[in-house]
């Protein structure tokens, strides 16, 4: 015969297991992200929304990884292709192409135009490499996937303070 439980103390040890479930996911979980011709991975948190490609009002005189500014439900945000940003070929701007809105918490209001989205990975399932000596401050580690592909980490806080990053002008 089944234990008899009240739904209070159902209800209670769903909430629990939920929330359990839920840290371990979140620390481990990252979304995927391709730019260019590499693969990224950015903490779930560091990414307030990704949403499809809306169109891009050109800033004249700015750098050419500059892609100007969208307007994502009356919000302005400064859209920077992250693939050119890194010296790579400008994204082409098509319906796998995204934005990745950075979190508010970082006070920039940008986003990064990114290639196409991976999906979740759990970093648990990835080799972690030694960071390259010259890799870029925003570089927070480097992995290998079981397929042998590469993946860097995002801190995008330290991109979004990047001097580089700040200045659009020419």
């Known amino acids: 015969m089944a234990k008899k439980i009240s739904l209070r103390e159902f209800q209670q040890g769903l909430v629990s297991r939920i929330q359990n479930a839920t840290e371990a ?13 590499e693969n990224w991975l950015l903490e779930l948190t560091d990414a307030s929304e990704v949403v499809p490609l809306p169109r891009l009002t050109p800033a004249p005189l700015t750098r050419p990884w500059f892609c100007g ?3 994502v439900r ?3 945000y400064s859209v920077v292709d992250f693939s050119a940003y890194q010296d790579f070929e400008a994204t082409p701007q098509n319906l796998d192409s995204r934005l990745l809105l950075v979190n508010s918490r970082y006070l920039s209001n940008s986003a990064l135009l990114v290639s196409r989205m991976l999906g979740l990975r759990n970093v648990d399932d990835f080799t972690r490499l030694a960071r390259a000596p010259d ?4 570089v927070a580690a480097e992995y290998q996937d079981k397929s042998g592909a590469s993946w860097k980490q995002l801190d995008l806080r330290k991109l979004v303070e990047d001097p580089e990053f700040l200045q659009v002008g020419i």
């Open 135 to 138: 890799a870029k401050p925003w």
């Open 74 to 76: 009356g919000n302005l």
């Open 25 to 37: 996911t979140v620390t481990s979980a990252r979304l995927g992200v391709q730019a260019g011709p």
């Open 69 to 71: 500014v969208a307007n």
